[in-house]
């Protein structure tokens, strides 16, 4: 046939398809040839190829790139045909004048960056009933807090940093303002390509104020799927979710969608102390959650082109999401309740723009918009009856609710919007620009009190972040970063004026705020595989919503909170070898400075269960972390990882408005509900083909440690007296079955296996011994 398999004519075909890692990841510049036409093609930036006006005829396609395997396949192309077809290519090592080269992932490339960053890849985990809350607790310095089961809140902690001094994004989108019902645990794994974890420093690209990282998770990008799941297990909990795509090759239109629902009775046992009918403790015992269930959907939606000459990306996008759930604690297991409610609906337009090259080579552009109308409610309205952890029922005759009675319903709107640039001067020298804005407005109405007058006042909280980076490669092994940042903060509200005079009452007030901040990234390869990582951040945090306006139901309002600022070091190194040629390890390991100053902490009472943000004047962190992984071929896995982080008070003196300065009694102490000394470990084995052709079989095991932690300030007082959150050790293990390549599969989870009593964040109990089944069709 020789070189006539391209020409033009009637009745010509086509070949179209992706190449990617044995990881999963899109890999692009793969050639793409056919053999006996000499021609060919090249994938682009989302391991996307197209071949057209191909005569009809049986050809040998030809996939390859350096630092992967060849791979070769024996196709038959029919008249007016359009054949897809997908590659997967495995990663190979090449001796080059005994220089090795391997190929490496999109995954591989963000952990390789300057800054101290995570990447893990879902693609061993599709078929798990895992969450992004459950990827994201298995990795070092990382500690998920939970306040129960499925659908309660959460904070997340990283590095000695928790709650929202982490920030979090959706394909660079920030979620900071999304409702409730689009959570870490609302998020299938199923919908995720990769999460990348940055621990510290920042990129500009990302536009936000985190104080001591971010975390950015990437969904399932490929342009033609269809992946479906359904997965049941204990405490009545169901769990569905559809994802899909189709793009098509001759004119970028694109239309993706996911969607998810989530339920569970949460009725797990728990040890509580049960008390009479007038408050006293008669005596403790295991008893079953009875008013704890959540459930929560969520639909998102994209459509536009992609790879167009005015655009590479052009996509208008739609989030839906709604969740009610029973309220059952507070922040502590003090108090419970039987008719507590909370739920929340939200709708997000997006419009998502980019383009490289956009007026002139190596300017790149990009655009996120989002309008995000949310409306939820705080409902507190059964009276004159209590509840006991036993759940009987006890009559008081009360006109309040159970904790206040309250029916307050939540109007939030947010526009939210980054716009990024970046400019390559030349191969060794760029430029990135970042300018992120933030409208928030709230408009709160209690029924119960319709003339409260704290909801008289607006509720508003507007954010300016800008920030410019340049990028230096001083030569093929050192990158260096530097970049500077402003923040701006304006806040409106309501304040009390006058305590304790004749003239005390509720005014407006308003807090306007300038800050600057700056740092540097810098990363070096001693060897090609051992990378050394240095990088320093001055950088600041602005106060969210919850934190200033409250919940109206256990979080008080704070409107003197300001923001907090901390000067971030990180020192790190990983290395990677073979000890031989089938035995691949890796080895990382981090050492974390903070010295912060006007700390957003949050402090509970334990009596009342209410939780309150304030500012800790000066703050340390010291830690160090680290992990190790193993893997033989493809069959055995395994890592290991521990955290250990001192969080530290070091203020001399405290300042409040009603006692002015005073000595701070906590200087030197540890905060209390931070864990401080903690690890993951993880083995798996997989076999190929061994049940039927085209299958994989394998089993994994999860290990989870927890030292035990104070949960108020263990300064002062009885050790007997002290409220801690004990050690703990959990167990999971998972069977997993794959037939046709992938096509069918189905896994069975046992969670804390040893039925484990498991606590977290303000000493409240997880739930115990769970069961789970999986099901999921890959189209």
């Not at 059952?328 to 039987?338: F, P, W």
């Amino acid at each position: 046939m020789g070189n006539t398999a391209l020409s033009q004519g009637i009745g010509k075909a086509s070949i179209s398809g992706i190449v990617s890692s044995s990881a999963g990841d899109a890999l692009a510049g793969v050639t793409v040839v056919i053999k006996e036409a000499k021609a060919g093609t090249t994938t682009d930036a989302k391991g996307q190829f197209n071949l057209s006006e191909i005569t009809p005829g049986n050809y040998t396609l030809v996939v390859s790139m350096l630092g992967f395997g060849t791979q070769e396949k024996n196709i038959q192309l029919k008249a007016s045909q359009n054949l897809k077809i997908d590659f997967t290519l495995q990663d190979k090592a090449f001796e080059i004048e005994g220089l090795e080269i391997v190929g490496k992932s999109s995954t591989t490339q963000v952990n390789e960056q300057a800054y101290a960053v995570t990447a893990i890849s879902t693609k061993e985990l599709l078929n798990s009933t895992s969450d992004a809350k459950e990827v994201l607790n298995r990795v070092s310095g990382v500690r998920v807090l939970e306040e129960g089961g499925l659908g309660s809140n959460t904070s997340f902690s990283l590095n000695g940093f928790s709650g929202d001094q982490v920030k979090f994004f959706l394909n660079g989108l920030p979620m900071d303002n999304f409702s409730s019902s689009l959570s870490l645990s609302d998020i299938p794994v199923n919908t995720i390509e990769r999460i990348e974890v940055y621990k510290g420093v920042v990129p500009v690209w990302l536009g936000t104020d985190a104080l001591g990282g971010a975390v950015n998770i990437i969904t399932n990008k490929k342009d033609n799927y269809l992946d479906a799941s359904y997965a049941v297990g204990s405490f009545n909990t169901h769990r569905l979710s559809l994802n899909g795509a189709y793009t098509n090759p001759k004119n970028g239109f694109t239309f993706r969608g996911s969607s998810n629902y989530n339920y569970s009775d949460n009725n797990y046992k728990v040890w509580a102390d049960i008390t009479d009918e007038n408050g006293n403790v008669i005596n403790s015992a295991e008893v079953e959650r009875f008013h704890d269930r959540y459930r929560s959907a969520t639909m998102m939606l994209e459509t536009g082109w992609t790879g167009r000459k005015f655009a590479d990306n052009l996509l208008f996008g739609l989030i839906a999401s709604g969740n009610d759930k029973q309220v059952q604690t507070g922040a502590t297991m003090g108090k419970v309740y039987g008719g507590m409610l909370r739920n929340s609906q939200s709708v997000v337009p997006t419009l998502k723009y980019s383009k490289d090259g956009l007026f002139t080579e190596g300017l790149n552009v990009s655009l996120n918009t989002a309008f995000n109308y949310t409306k939820s409610e705080s409902i507190d309205t059964l009276s004159g009856v209590r509840f006991n952890w036993a759940g009987e029922r006890f009559e008081d005759g009360s006109s309040d609710g159970e904790r206040l009675r309250t029916f307050t319903t939540f109007d939030d709107t947010d526009f939210n919007s980054q716009i990024n640039a970046g400019y390559t001067i030349n191969p060794r020298h760029s430029l990135a620009f970042n300018y992120a804005v933030s409208y928030f407005k709230r408009k709160a109405f209690d029924k119960e009190d319709p003339d409260k007058i704290q909801n008289k006042y607006p509720k508003a909280l507007n954010k300016h972040i800008l920030g410019l980076a340049y990028k230096s490669d001083l030569s093929e092994k050192w990158s260096t970063t530097v970049f500077g940042k402003m923040y701006l903060l304006h806040v409106e509200t309501d304040k009390e004026f006058g305590f304790g005079t004749d003239n005390r009452g509720i005014d407006a007030y308003q807090v306007n705020n300038e800050d600057f901040g700056y740092g540097v990234a810098s990363s070096y390869f001693l060897l090609l595989t051992l990378q050394l990582k240095a990088s320093y951040e001055h950088t600041y945090r602005l106060p969210e919503p919850d934190e200033i306006f409250g919940d109206a139901q256990f979080i008080n309002p704070n409107p003197n909170l300001g923001p907090e600022q901390s000067d971030n070091y990180n020192l790190g190194a990983a290395y990677s070898f073979k000890l031989a040629q089938d035995h691949q390890l890796n080895l990382e390991s981090s050492f974390i400075y903070r010295e912060s100053k006007d700390l957003i902490h949050q402090s509970v009472n334990v009596v009342s269960a209410e939780t309150t943000y304030g500012n800790l004047s000066d703050v340390r962190t010291l830690g160090v972390e680290g992990s190790v992984k193993y893997q033989w071929r493809d069959v055995l896995h395994l890592g290991a990882n521990a955290t250990y982080q001192d969080i530290t008070d070091q203020a001399d003196s405290i300042y409040n408005d009603y006692n002015g300065w005073a000595p701070n009694i906590y200087n030197g102490s540890r905060l209390p509900n931070k864990p401080y000394l903690f690890a993951n470990a993880n083995a798996g084995l997989t076999f190929k083909n061994l049940v039927a052709a085209e299958s994989v079989i394998g089993v994994n095991y999860y290990f989870n440690f927890v030292e035990n932690y104070y949960l108020t300030w263990a300064r002062f007082g009885y050790i007997d007296g002290k409220y801690t959150i004990p050690e703990q050790s959990s167990h999971s293990v998972e069977v997993f079955l794959n037939l046709a390549n992938g096509k069918y599969n189905i896994s069975a989870e046992c969670r804390n296996l040893t039925d484990a009593r498991l606590y977290d964040k303000f000493q409240l109990q997880k739930p115990g011994r769970a069961f789970y089944l999986k099901l999921r069709y890959v189209l």
